[in-house]
């Protein structure tokens, strides 16, 4: 499902789990690459590695954090699937009597 955040039809089409599921992975590749972003360019050479350099750092980061996601990443993204998502109904509704007398 990676990339499919960039096609917002076809997300729109998806049941709301999975959006949710897709989105949260998204993110988490976001902040993976950000993360990422400094020890790749060192590893790349850094200034000196010129414009390739720069162009195959931001590659290599891009598909580093990518996969670190898909595989599980931080866990930020299971922990942001839990918030998003919104309560049922019927557990609302258990909620709501259980705390009347």
Do not use: C, W
């Amino acid at each position: 499902m990676p990339g499919i955040v960039s096609q917002p039809n076809r997300l729109s089409k998806l049941p709301q789990d999975q959006q949710v599921k897709a989105v949260s992975s998204q993110f988490e590749a976001i902040m993976l690459r950000q993360f990422l972003q400094d020890s790749v360019s060192k590893i790349m050479g850094g200034d000196e590695g010129g414009p390739s350099g720069s162009v195959y750092g931001y590659l290599m980061t891009d598909t580093l954090a990518s996969k670190l996601s898909q595989a599980g990443g931080l866990g930020l993204s299971k922990i942001l699937q839990q918030q998003l998502t919104p309560h049922s109904h019927a557990a609302a509704v258990a909620a709501v009597r259980s705390t009347k007398p």
